[in-house]
């Protein structure tokens, strides 16, 4: 049995990109860049206005006042997409709207607020800074700058850039592909009706669900009888297609526990088995050729809290992710926490902010089987293995997570 943090490390240490491909941008959407981007334009492309208003010349309009307005003579208009072709000289001034190219000449817009227009006049009774208004050519980004660099994550906003530039593709490191396999005998699908000595299969769709949420294709390979043949078949099956197989059930010690079992005959490697922490305590994990196999115990809120701290930062930091841990944050625990020596415990919180610190409470019952508790929690505080004791508002570490962060109570667990 080995200690959280070294099964941590272990874990991450399998943990390496897959290969580049290139995609179109949105299906590169929470990827990681492969390459910098180096922008060929200027963005923007051209100097332009930041308001409707109007184009002139500073020197026409710096003196004036409300009392003593200066006038300028109206000699066109430029809308958004248009250009002004004449110069703008002394004395007069062009209708310019928001993003419409600033006319050769002008170097300043007033806005349309501190004007008025008469006829072919236009009277401005306030100055503003000379440049007012202007967005420069290249000010936000310049040709032959670089934009990102490799190894940055492709957000809804990082699209939007790179299409200002004129990506429509990008190159980016691959999605992993995952597969699911839940083992049991006692299985039934969730829509069988209840069967004595069965219970219905959530863990796929546990998995499943969590795998949702990360940039990765998911292969289902459903749920498998404890039969040694059908396990191995199963098993082969799916490491022919897969990078990450995660397996529930069939990794503790009983007669009828095989998946250690049918992956040592096929030759996989293992890389730990038992980690000093509750729950999750069997969790296995394999290396297969280039293949990863996690093999997570059956209870599900051991598979669901396994998939968070060892599954979850495997995947990101296989798509290139620079930051793949969960939040580390220090709460106080409301009620403290008595548990025995020995093994580190994950206990499922719901976390709060109270007069400027965080508190975390216990979001309902801890057993390994209850799932219900993942259902009201937002984080994990981290017992240490040495501690057996907690008193009321001790400090503890905190893993929050994203997948965690909305909640069905505002005030706490129910």
Not at 69 to 79: F, K, N, S, Y
Not at 233 to 240: I, P
Request: hydrophobic letters at 40%; proline letters at 5%.
């Amino acid at each position: 049995m080995i200690s959280y943090p070294e099964a941590k490390k272990s874990t991450l240490k399998l943990a390496k990109t897959l290969g580049v491909v290139d995609l179109p941008l949105l299906e590169a959407l929470n990827l990681v860049l492969s390459e910098d981007v180096i922008s060929d334009v200027n963005i923007p492309p051209f100097d332009n206005s930041a308001m409707d208003g109007y184009a002139v010349r500073w020197t026409d309009i710096s003196n004036a006042t409300s009392e003593n307005p200066a006038i300028l003579e109206l000699v066109g208009e430029v809308p958004a997409g248009g250009v002004f072709d004449e110069k703008v000289l002394k004395g007069q001034a062009v209708a310019i709207f928001t993003g419409a190219p600033i006319p050769d000449g002008a170097d300043t817009v007033v806005q349309v607020e501190l004007t008025k227009k008469e006829d072919s006049k236009v009277f401005v009774y306030k100055p503003v800074v000379k440049g007012a208004n202007v967005r420069l050519a290249g000010e936000d980004i310049n040709e032959g700058g670089k934009v990102f660099t490799e190894g940055t994550r492709i957000t809804p906003e990082v699209v939007g850039v790179l299409a200002s530039i004129g990506r429509s593709r990008i190159r980016v490191y691959r999605k992993p592909v995952t597969g699911i396999i839940s083992t049991g005998s006692e299985l039934l699908e969730i829509d069988e009706p209840f069967q004595d000595g069965k219970i219905r299969n959530s863990n796929t769709y546990l998995l499943r669900a969590l795998l949702k949420e990360l940039p990765v294709e998911t292969f289902n390979f459903g749920f498998i009888e404890d039969n040694p043949e059908v396990v191995r078949k199963a098993f082969e099956k799916a490491l022919s297609v897969v990078d990450v197989l995660i397996t529930t059930g069939g990794v503790s010690v009983g007669e009828y526990d095989l998946v250690k079992k049918v992956l040592e005959e096929m030759g996989a490697e293992l890389v730990f088995w038992k980690v000093a922490q509750k729950p999750g305590k069997p969790m296995a994990l394999y290396s297969w050729q280039d293949k990863v196999v996690f093999g997570l115990p059956g209870n599900p809120a051991a598979v669901h809290i396994c998939f968070l701290e060892y599954v979850r930062p495997f995947v990101l930091k296989s798509l290139g992710y620079k930051n793949f841990e969960p939040v580390k944050l220090k709460a106080r625990i409301k009620g403290g926490h008595r548990k025995k020596t020995g093994r580190l415990n994950f206990i499922r919180v719901f976390l709060t902010e109270k007069d400027g610190e965080l508190v975390a409470t216990k979001a309902g019952a801890q057993g390994s089987g209850v799932l219900s508790t993942s259902a009201r929690a937002n984080a994990l505080a981290l017992i240490p293995e040495e501690v057996d004791f907690l008193r009321e508002d001790e400090e503890v570490e905190i893993h929050y997570f994203d997948s965690l962060s909305l909640s069905n109570s505002e005030e706490g667990p129910i």
